[in-house]
Each structure stands twice: as C-alpha cells, then as structure tokens.
C-alpha cells in the first residue's frame, strides 16, 4: 500500500500555508475581505494550523524549535505590517498567533503517533 501521508507531503503543504499566511497578512488594511468572522479567531487557526503541518513535517526538529520558528515567523509579520497602509502590528494578534502555534503542535504529536502507528503515515 502506498503511503500517501509522509513528512515531504506535510512540508509542501508547510511552506504553501507559510506563503498563504504571509500573503494574506502583509495585504493593505483596505484590500482585505468585507465580512471575515472575528479577527483573532483567523490568527488562532491560520497559526494552529501552520504549527500542526510543520509537527507532521518535521522528523529532525523538537516540538520546542517549531513552537520557537512559527511565533518567530509570527512577530516578523506583525512587524512588517507596520510598514503596509492600514495595517500595524497588534500584541493581540501575536497573542491569538502564539496559542494557535501551541495548540498546533499540541494536537499534531498524538495524531503523528496515532497514524504512525496504525501505518497511515510512512515513518519515512
């Protein structure tokens, strides 16, 4: 059986989110979507999310070193945002982004040992 779920596949999918979030984020105040639900909540999932594709992905790197990297990515998006009309940095968001990162990588390590385990997920 062929092994779909391995760490290359959560790498690709990695870096497509990193360039995701970093599009969005560094867009003009005025050119983001009309009518997004609550604000904090987009931070708390986009950085969720980030965190648990890079756990998925990485074999040689400690929770620790993602948890540290993904908030690091964090503040250098907020800020830059200082410098992009309409936008600013936000301690808030950082808030929102570091316990989406933490829930992240905290959801990720069961699931990688649960579909390890069960041999959905190659060991590479």
């Not at 969005?24 to 105040?29: A, D, N, R, T």
Request: charged share 15%; proline share 5%; with cysteine.
């Amino acid at each position: 059986m062929v092994q779909f779920l391995n760490s290359r596949l959560f790498k690709i999918l990695f870096v497509i989110a990193c360039l995701a979030i970093f599009t969005m984020s560094l867009m003009p105040g005025k050119q983001l979507p009309k009518g997004l639900p609550w604000d904090k909540a987009l931070h708390f999932i986009g950085y969720a999310g980030l965190a648990f594709l890079a756990r998925m992905g990485s074999k040689k790197h400690p929770s620790w070193q993602i948890v540290i990297g993904c908030i690091l990515f964090s503040l250098l998006i907020e800020i830059l945002q200082q410098f992009i009309p309409k936008r600013g940095f936000e301690w808030w968001d950082m808030m929102a982004n570091s316990v989406g990162v933490f829930f992240g990588v905290f959801i990720a390590i069961p699931i990688k040992a649960f579909l390890k385990k069960r041999k959905i997920m190659a060991t590479d």
